[in-house]
């Protein structure tokens, strides 16, 4: 994927930025203080297309809405922290196509930025459904992954749309995509890599994968769990992945 720094002229552009707010919202219907990493992570990108005069209008998740309304996982506590963050003030659609979305993104002045509602509210995202990728793609002018995190997941605004228009690495994914390049071809040795996490499905073939090139694994949270309780080791009460709980009730 070309690098969004070769775009020459990003002024005016409609620029669909896809980046993963998939962050906790705390009980009082905030980002949860500290949880707003993920959040600060794309601020460079956000700043260097509001230097370069583009319309910004972000894509994301949150959560695991399951193609329906949740109200527990719109983005409204996101788009505050986003604003806080900036000093800025960011515009929130309702939805994340329609009408609406389509109005408030032709009326976006350049260095301005709208935050569409949560793309897993349409069961289409997770599909990698073609036309909802079609949809979402009209609304812009170029399309920038910023989102390394969920770029394992065939779904519409990762991948679908990319059929749809030029699309290109956001200043966060080639960082994250460097680093791990380097740690992973260039390790210094002994070379230890820290796993985590609760989302073991995703993170066993990795840790497959990492075995021979690095001297030490270590694992910890869910992805530890998983390990114990395959050796028929005690885990209490410990959490363990929800695919596994499932089998096991099987
Ligand atoms: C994550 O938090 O790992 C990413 O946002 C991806 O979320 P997902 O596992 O629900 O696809």
Not at 7 to 22: G, H, P, T, W
Not at 207 to 221: E, P, Q, S, T
């Amino acid at each position: 994927m070309k690098s969004l720094k070769e775009i020459k002229d990003l002024k005016n552009k409609k620029v669909l930025l896809r980046v993963d707010f998939n962050v906790p919202i705390g009980k009082e219907g905030s980002v949860d203080k500290g949880e707003d990493w993920r959040i600060r992570a794309t601020l460079p990108t956000i700043e260097y297309l509001i230097k370069k005069h583009a319309k910004i209008i972000l894509l994301s998740h949150l959560g695991r809405p399951d193609g329906k309304v949740v109200e527990e996982f719109r983005l409204g506590p996101v788009q505050d922290r986003l604003s806080e963050l900036l000093g800025l003030s960011v515009i929130k659609t309702p939805d994340c196509t329609g009408n609406v979305v389509r109005e408030t993104v032709d009326e976006m002045k350049a260095g301005e930025i709208v935050l569409l509602e949560n793309l897993r509210f349409h069961k289409e995202e997770e599909e990698n459904d073609d036309n909802f990728a079609k949809e979402l793609a009209s609304l812009g002018d170029i399309y920038v992954n910023d989102a390394f995190s969920v770029s394992h997941r065939a779904h519409a605004s990762v991948h679908a749309i990319t059929r749809h228009l030029p699309s290109y690495a956001g200043l966060l994914l080639e960082k994250e995509i460097g680093i791990l390049t380097d740690a992973i071809n260039n390790p210094k040795r002994p070379a230890t890599i820290i796993i985590g996490g609760a989302k073991a499905e995703t993170k066993l073939p990795v840790i497959k994968y990492l075995m021979d090139k690095f001297d030490h694994i270590l694992v910890g949270g869910v992805v530890a769990n998983v390990i114990l309780k395959a050796k028929g080791i005690d885990i209490g009460k410990s959490l363990l992945a929800i695919w596994i709980r499932k089998k096991l009730k099987k």
